[in-house]
DNA sequence: ACGTATAATCAAGGC
DNA sequence: GTGGGTACCG
DNA sequence: GCCTTGATTATACGGTACCCAC
């Protein structure tokens, strides 16, 4: 593929379309801080404006001067006078003994401190000397003899907040621009107005920051306690930003669960985040209080959060009804999905067993292939693809989304309802086949959350679509639409196609030792509900095609 | 909606 | 030297 | 049988320069 030669400040060209973009939109949310960095950083000299963007695309926050290499910027000391002048970069900053090792490498640090025995490890010879030096100090200080200087970025937190406020996430960086440039990324074009942006107050922002910070505390093994003084006590108003509240809290639960019991039932008991309330009766049957265990189960059976809850109580309320000495409530039935058994011999070069199983099954006229989730999916994102890309209001706000904002909302459907009447319909005229078709030529390569493209190849869409009566892709994508986060997994490993009715079939393949999942459970038992064919295929490998592993 | 996650799978141990 | 992990690049 | 835990794999842009440890 050619690749478009590109301009050398091509990274400046990019950030300055995304400030103008903020400014656009943001204009009413920007605080006095970040109105200034913009204003000051337009009046900067260009090299200046270059050098700080290429140090807000790296990782930081301290650079020095000796290893920034930038042809297209030049004196790398020239362009940085201004920066430090205005206060975006230190040169002078105090190093921790962890930041100068972090900083300098092993031959540069052993002219500025005591070496320590030959061949020790970097990280040894840091702990070695930590209790020497708990004291800070500036490069010059710890390296008398240096001309270089360090750089320590001032203006982090200000960048990372126009970063969000551009993308609606702190996942995506700058390079979306490069790379969508190159054909790296290629996005769908949805057309939203001049005014989409992705948080509506200035609030939400600082809240989104705010979660953020907490799970990166949590992570570097914050106290919890510290944290939930932290979060927020009372839920959020914006249900995006009260979903993330719930997971962080859930974390949080989880987090504690190994050494303080009763504190994760309290968070659980806080979180909204799908499963918390399952866990809570779960810690309390492990903590034996199975009367106030049963009762939270029966509670949540009568008004389930999912299909995936239900599975868990299902599981969880006979063991709490026999502690209390109820009566013994009836089995769940097995699932009456038809099964197979296969003996083969193990394959040489520690191949899956699900290939195995396709190359066993595999028939000239009845083509087996490994799919798993793939397939569905793909051709879901394939039909769907005008609802998925539909321009509803606030769904899109930047040219590098691969989905709606609210894809996993609850109302994603009940938004598009009209779009996805009109694919289903399809299914029903028959035209799906010519317009699935269509739509591969048209869109192969976009990012899709539901499509892999090298997965969904034409061969096993031709086959797929002559196979696969449409309303059985009906009755299946009104599973996915119901829960697409939980329901796009789970799906069966093969598909065979083959002559007659329903001219296909499903099989999830079980090696020895591994047994169905949940998400596996429910979709099998969906099938069975409404007479889909799928069925369980359990293999043995043949005495003495290999040793077993020891 | 990529907390370098979910996925799926395998293995092992506890009740 | 080599291999592995990380950061950077376009 | 159920539940947990941890390990382990793959993918997610692909290539390269650099540093470190062995
Ligand atoms: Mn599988
Ligand atoms: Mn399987």
């Not at 105090?94 to 490890?121: I, M, V």
């Not at 000397?129 to 240096?146: D, G, I, M």
């Not at 006229?365 to 879901?380: I, K, Q, R, S």
């Not at 499509?451 to 869409?461: K, S, Y």
Request: charged share 20%.
């Amino acid at each position: 593929m050619q690749r478009p030669t590109l301009a050398p400040l091509y990274y400046l060209t990019n950030f300055h379309r995304a400030l103008g973009w903020i400014s656009e939109r943001y204009g009413d949310l920007l605080g006095d801080q970040e109105q200034a960095f913009i204003a000051a950083f337009q009046q900067l000299p260009l090299p200046s404006q270059a050098l700080l963007v290429r140090l807000v695309m790296r990782k930081g926050p301290l650079f020095l001067a000796s290893k920034l290499h930038y042809p297209e910027i030049g004196c790398i000391r020239s362009a940085a006078a201004p920066l430090t002048s205005v206060g975006w970069l230190d040169t002078k900053p105090e190093l921790s003994l962890p930041q100068l090792f972090q900083l300098l490498t092993r031959a540069d640090l052993a002219q500025a401190l005591p070496a320590g025995p030959a061949g020790q490890r970097k990280d040894a010879w840091l702990a070695e000397l930590s209790p020497q030096y708990p004291e800070p100090r500036p490069l010059a200080a710890w390296h008398p003899t240096t001309s270089d200087t360090v750089y320590a970025m001032q203006v982090t937190p200000i960048c990372e907040r126009l970063r969000l406020m551009f993308f609606g996430n702190l996942h995506q960086d700058w390079s979306e621009f490069v790379l969508t440039d190159l054909g790296v990324f290629q996005y769908e074009k949805v057309p939203f107005s001049p005014h989409s942006r992705a948080f509506q107050h200035r609030q939400e922002i600082d809240d989104y920051l705010h979660l953020h910070d907490c799970r990166q505390r949590l992570h570097q093994g914050t106290a919890i306690t510290e944290l939930l003084d932290a979060i927020p006590s009372q839920p959020y108003g914006n249900p995006w930003l009260e979903s993330r509240r719930a997971r962080l809290l859930f974390q949080l639960a989880q987090q504690s669960e190994a050494d303080d019991a009763a504190t994760a039932l309290a968070i659980y008991q806080r979180s909204s985040h799908p499963g918390a309330r399952a866990r809570q009766v779960r810690l309390l049957e492990r903590q034996q209080q199975y009367t106030t265990a049963y009762a939270l189960a029966t509670a949540a059976q009568q008004q389930p959060e999912s299909d995936a809850e239900l599975q868990q109580l299902a599981r969880m309320l006979p063991r709490l009804a026999r502690r209390l000495g109820q009566a013994k409530p009836a089995p769940a039935p097995a699932l009456p999905a038809p099964e197979q058994w296969l003996e083969l011999p193990r394959p040489e070069s520690g191949q899956a067993v699900e290939l195995a199983v396709r190359d066993h099954l595999h028939r000239i006229d009845a083509p087996v292939h490994y799919v798993e989730n793939t397939l569905l999916n793909g051709l879901f994102g394939l039909l769907f693809w005008p609802a998925l890309y539909a321009p509803l209001p606030g769904a899109f706000f930047h040219p590098f989304q691969a989905a709606p904002a609210d894809l996993y909302r609850p109302d994603f459907q009940q938004r598009r309802a009209a779009i996805c009447a009109q694919c289903f319909a399809e299914l029903d005229s028959g035209s799906y086949r010519e317009t699935l078709r269509q739509r591969y030529q048209e869109k192969a390569g976009l990012q899709c959350p539901f499509i892999h493209w090298p997965w969904l190849t034409p061969d096993l869409l031709e086959q797929a679509l002559a196979a696969i009566p449409p309303q059985h892709l009906k009755l299946l994508f009104q599973r996915m639409l119901a829960d697409l986060q939980a329901n796009r997994t789970g799906l069966p490993d093969l598909i065979q196609f083959q002559a007659g009715h329903p001219g296909y079939r499903m099989i999830e393949v079980k090696g020895p030792g591994d047994k169905l999942q949940d998400n596996q459970k429910r979709w099998l038992a969906y099938c069975l509900a409404h007479d889909l064919p799928i069925s369980v295929c359990y293999v043995r490998w043949q005495a003495g095609s290999e040793a077993d592993t020891p």
